[in-house]
């Protein structure tokens, strides 16, 4: 059962679940190597050039598609907000034509622990990390977010492996100033995080399939614990 419009603005989570470290690289096109590759200008990505991939509706038996038909939505496009609210994380999409566009992206330390204190103020205590309950992918397309005021962010990735998929499949990329990034379709992921000291309430340009089908693991359920995950650039 995928994961539904309550849990995803305020997951139940319980005490004690372990944690599992996510290593962290600097997102270049090397690195990203089979995800995606860092964006300097998000129209270089668009299904016109056939940069921004959309994968065509899947059929139901063996006939196959007419040409040229299937991946004729092509991309919605608008704002997606990062904003912290004292140590939780969320997200707002903008870009999408539903009431499931507002996510508890992590938490700034152990979730029992946490406390809310308004949207756009940051956590009481500098966070070095952030805590993942949950990841996702998007079957039907790519999807691009570009920061709108050009500072650094860091994005959660995993290879396009389909349902069976484990946190140490996890890698952070550390997105540098004046870049975006690209994710291909089926690729794991979450958004993007941000460390307040770069601002306390972000908006990135999202580009993505119309169509946003989603499918999720949810870690705590799951698998009994959070992705833990650096918001620091890595040391050298």
């Known amino acids: ?64 598609l007419d040409p040229g038909t299937g991946d004729e939505a092509g991309t919605t496009e608008g704002k997606f907000d990062i904003y912290w609210d004292g140590d939780f994380l969320f997200g707002k999409n903008h870009t999408i034509a539903t009431a499931a566009n507002h996510y508890l992206l992590g938490y700034a330390k152990e979730p029992a622990l946490c406390q809310r204190s308004a949207p756009g103020v ?5 966070p070095t990390h952030i805590s993942l309950w949950y990841s996702d992918y998007h079957p039907d397309g790519g999807q691009l977010f570009y920061p709108e005021d050009g500072q650094p962010f860091v994005t959660n990735l995993a290879p396009p492996k389909g349902d069976d998929i484990q946190p140490q499949d996890f890698c952070a990329f550390y997105v540098p100033p004046g870049y975006g990034v690209y994710i291909h379709p089926g690729v794991w992921h979450n958004a993007v995080y941000t460390h307040p000291e770069t601002g306390t309430w972000r908006t990135f340009f999202n580009r993505q399939g119309k169509v946003h089908a989603r499918v999720s693991v949810n870690w705590a359920e799951e698998f009994q614990c959070m992705l833990q995950v650096p918001l620091k650039k890595p040391e050298a």
């Open 1 to 64: 059962m995928g994961l539904s419009k309550e849990k995803y603005a305020n997951p139940a989570l319980c005490a004690g679940l372990g944690t599992h470290h996510v290593p962290m690289k600097i997102a270049t096109d090397e690195n990203l190597r089979g995800l995606g590759f860092v964006v300097k200008d998000p129209q270089d990505f668009t299904v016109a050039n056939k940069r921004f991939e959309i994968e065509p509706w899947p059929t139901k038996g063996w006939r196959q």
């Open 122 to 126: 940051a956590p009481s205590s500098s």
